[in-house]
């Protein structure tokens, strides 16, 4: 149900061992449920098996014992009878304990906190996929940046990964009946296609630039494929730099409507309509920014208000 509501469909696009993962590593930081009760267990068994004087600690250290000491948790006394064929449940967290590594952890407090930070620091970092010179922490924290809004920020992700679901991504899964770009291209829709080579793309970014330019907030010169996919190549440092990110992931979340648009409804949408609808959405972001602090708004945006 978690991986349903992620992707709003049954259709999976990425493996769920890097939506598991931390939004920093690449992920989405969704839950692993399973897991999540066999760490509580485990932690809730460990603290038992300590406890002297209750028959909560008794009964632990009946059942569990046989494994617990192999990772230097408890002693074996043979004057106390052990169960050395325990039920399924402790042989589910005997197996989820080797599995992840735990013997060799060196864990001295045993809590689902603690257990969880150390199964987190293990994690390794999904590279992004496509030709970029970026380094991956940098795209993921572009991705990720305070500056986007959830759908944009789902929209950058999904083109990092380029399981975004276009043409391409849907023919390779045997999906759709073609691979070419819904606008009347020759060449298939893919993510690059999309957002930067379509001809629709190449219209709208020169409106947009155009239209923004006067204000200052977008230059020409740092629009390449790289930058509308990743981000700035040095992160998103100053207030210059998450302004225009800001609005190059705006434009991206228009030129994807306005494609969801003509594969559903059959129905083309002019390149003004598309900046006026761009205008828009910077628009309500400037006036957020200024409604919260309009010094930082000033500061960020490099304007009084919006003109």
Known sequence: MAFRFVWGSTMEKLKRATLLKEERNGGRGVPDIVNIILMQGLATLVQNTQKVDKASGTFAR??????????????????IPYSWDPPYVYRALRDFAFGAGLPRAGLTLWSYKIVMAHLRSKETMTLPRGSTTLDPPIIWANVLNKCLNNKQKDIAWMSAHMCLPTRS???????????RCPHGCTDSEHVYHLFWECSVARRVWGLVVSSVSRNRLL??????????????????????????????????QVLWEARNIKVYQKTSVDPVTLRRRTQNLLQDGVMVDFAKDKCLAREKWGVDHWK
């Open 169 to 179: 991504f849907m023919f390779k899964q045997h999906l759709a009946l073609t691979e």
């Open 62 to 79: 009946y059942y569990a014992t046989p494994f617990l000491r192999t990772m230097g948790l408890c002693a074996l006394d043979l004057t």
């Open 219 to 252: 230059p020409r010169s740092s629009l390449t494929a790289e930058s509308v996919l990743y981000g700035p190549r040095g992160g998103c440092r100053t207030p210059e730099l998450q302004r225009q990110w800001r609005i190059v992931n705006i434009v991206k």
